[in-house]
């Protein structure tokens, strides 16, 4: 896992005087998308996780290549960004260990810290044989009880609370990292797990929120292969009505 | 309100074959910076709310304009989008007007609706006279408790609850609208409040997830006006450790 | 005219070190993308021009208004932009007075001069009451002669040649500024100029280069309106074959 | 060398009715952006060419990385963009190869063709064994002799005046590529030219146009690598008054 800090942008944003709102919602949107393009070419998945600071799952990559994506920020904005990256049995404890080393270079609003690049004693070769597991959520129904339904203030009210009530499921029980990703869309990266504790999951959201999800999950060696498989394995349960697809080919409802 | 939603959009994304996530994501980025800078010069205020529906307060500005930026859209994107706008007395009103109208003309997932454009009987001349109310919301110190502090799942998972129980609250009590900006920020968006109002609800948010705010609220005819007062004010609690300024020069700490 | 110069760009592209050059093709091209979208807004027309130097026409518009795009540079940008503006009877001697503004200023490498505002006694007003003349060239049957069938080497400088030629004849006889906007299109902002004028124009590019021009021609408060009927015109040079069309309805070739 | 062209750009750009200029201005833009990153990306260097034809240099690269662009585009524009490749012993030869392969899939206005994809019998292997020249030319003292004291239009002319000589002369005495760059920047790439060939190149434009420019020159297994150089190398001429640097590390003019 990788976190991608901006230096100092809370200082940034009010010097010399208070910036414009929309002109940083426009700066920060544009930062992500570039980032997102950055790992998606190297097959990875990105989050804009708070804007401030974003994270990604880039499996089987040299640490050395987010130097890169350090650079061109330097060449393209009014900014510059730290990063640290983690590599760990499960994508909290990595993003954990990639948080503690960009805290070691000093605090996110230092005029001292100025892209800090913390990756530990990385090995490249050894990142490459690992798997990860990419799970991808969605409303059941989505556009039928919400967006066709309710007011947009409470659908999306919904969905932020179904998201809230799975993130903190996911990271309590699981080590695992869950983020909004648009729409009525979530997707996790987990550890190695079994088709039960995406059912549990899915139940859990269920009793707390009253919202039901459905999932596509799948292993790759990069996020990008997971995550299309995941995709794919959503769409199944869309065909089909199953809640949970695409460990082992078979539905958990079954 | 105007509510901004993308035609047809999860159809399209797995259209012919399922699109690379990352892809979309920066699609999604792309088309909100684009709405933010849109919104931004005419002096509105934008939410990336799901993405794929997007939420502008544009006081004072003709509801005509919008049909502007469904042209832009049309040049520059692989999708369309269709446009609500609603005028109330509250922003949940004026928000739930401006879905009830899109909902009329047709599903977001049908083929049929496509840069469908609801306004109503829109009232140019009338919005002109109006005065919207923001607040800019963020956590005391986040840098210091949070960011340099935890685990960047846990910075942003606290984050996010109290983004989710401001926002619920505000929209229960007030009929207000709040939304994540990125970094520790909230902006809400609200009928004419007192300071007591955000007194409570900094207070509320501090009782359920123990997360401490402060607030800045200014009122204004355009949401970059009330927006622009709102975050001077933020500024004035920062340096002067109260929490809720910019409503008659006093803050409700007094 | 609005002439618009990023401030010490050269001495920033080396600065502390050469910087990626496709970094800078990026930089540049956003750039001039997000100044394209900014006065398109105002229904005028931009050109890239060399890139660090752009420039608009902005007819009818207040010239204040531009000090908000060099605000969203600051705010979006790792450098900032100085703006001049000049308003005259041709459009080459508002170029030359925004030019000579902007260089009263002080130097574009200067660390002295940033973000220069330099528009001279303006009167709105006055401005809202001119009409501009828009001319908008392509080569006939370009994809056939040229794209289909030449090294795109070769096309490129065919469509260079034919650019340079009409670009110097127009400034020298009639004072009026043209530049290459993609494909093999080239738009003219000029005086009042009669067909006859166009007419000349496109013979003298043939007899010089061999390349065969047709052009639309149309007048209007803005920019926009004036080039929207001249894109429209030159449609009718397509289906007709004629050379010169949208003057007063009569082609020239009549 | 690689080509890429937009499929079906010019009917598109007129339906169902003339599109906004700027618009189309932005588009345009947007896309060489996104093209630029990617080829820099990839160690390569881009050229916005036409616009709707834009040229990148990837040597050493598999061409089926392009794929990957095409499904880009197709994912974040509303146009689909087909792509030629080729090889050769010159830059010119490698584009003719690419153009006529591009051709020979069907023309650049036919709704028949899609994202054709034209590479020929390609060897990555091979490949990764060649070298490429990159010559990186500007004018010197531009901001002096130009950008400070002439009116932008004719600053504008003269620098477009000299890229159009010098693109020509190389071309027709080397097979060489030219494109200007921004500013007053032209970047040639060649095949292995010494440094009597810079000379003269700068020489001939200095007659032809009363232009005076200065040259580095550089070699390498990627453009980024040889484009590095030139620049590095260029910084010496603009240091020591010469004006041709980088070949041998010896000047033309010693």
């Not at 010399?16 to 709102?21: D, G, H, L």
């Amino acid at each position: 896992m990788a976190l991608v800090q901006i230096d100092e942008y809370g200082p940034w944003t009010v010097t010399p005087s208070v910036r414009r709102e929309t002109d940083l919602q426009s700066l920060q949107a544009d930062l992500y998308a570039d980032f997102a393009s950055f790992v998606g070419e190297r097959d990875g998945y990105a989050f804009y996780n708070r804007f401030d600071n974003m994270v990604a799952v880039t499996n089987g990559r040299d640490a050395e290549s987010h130097r890169r994506f350090q650079q061109r920020v330097r060449n393209r904005y009014p900014v510059t960004v730290s990063v640290g990256v983690g590599r760990a049995a499960t994508p909290v404890a990595a993003l954990g260990l990639a948080s503690e080393r960009l805290q070691a270079t000093g605090s996110a609003q230092s005029a001292d810290r100025r892209e800090a690049f913390a990756t530990g004693e990385t090995n490249p070769v050894a990142n490459a044989r690992e798997r990860v597991t990419v799970a991808h959520f969605d409303v059941v129904d989505a556009t039928g009880s919400l967006t066709d339904r309710e007011n947009a203030v409470d659908a999306t009210l919904a969905v932020r609370r179904a998201t809230l009530e799975l993130a903190t499921h996911l990271r309590d029980a699981h080590d695992s990292i869950a983020h909004f990703v648009g729409g009525d869309n979530v997707i996790a990266v987990c550890p190695d797990l079994d088709a039960s504790a995406f059912d549990r999951a899915v139940s859990r959201v269920r009793e707390a929120t009253g919202i039901e999800l459905q999932v596509g999950v799948s292993r790759g060696e990069t996020a990008h292969e997971a995550g299309h498989g995941a995709k794919e394995a959503l769409e199944v349960c869309r065909e089909t009505g199953t809640r949970v697809q695409g460990l082992d080919g078979v539905s958990a409802d079954d």
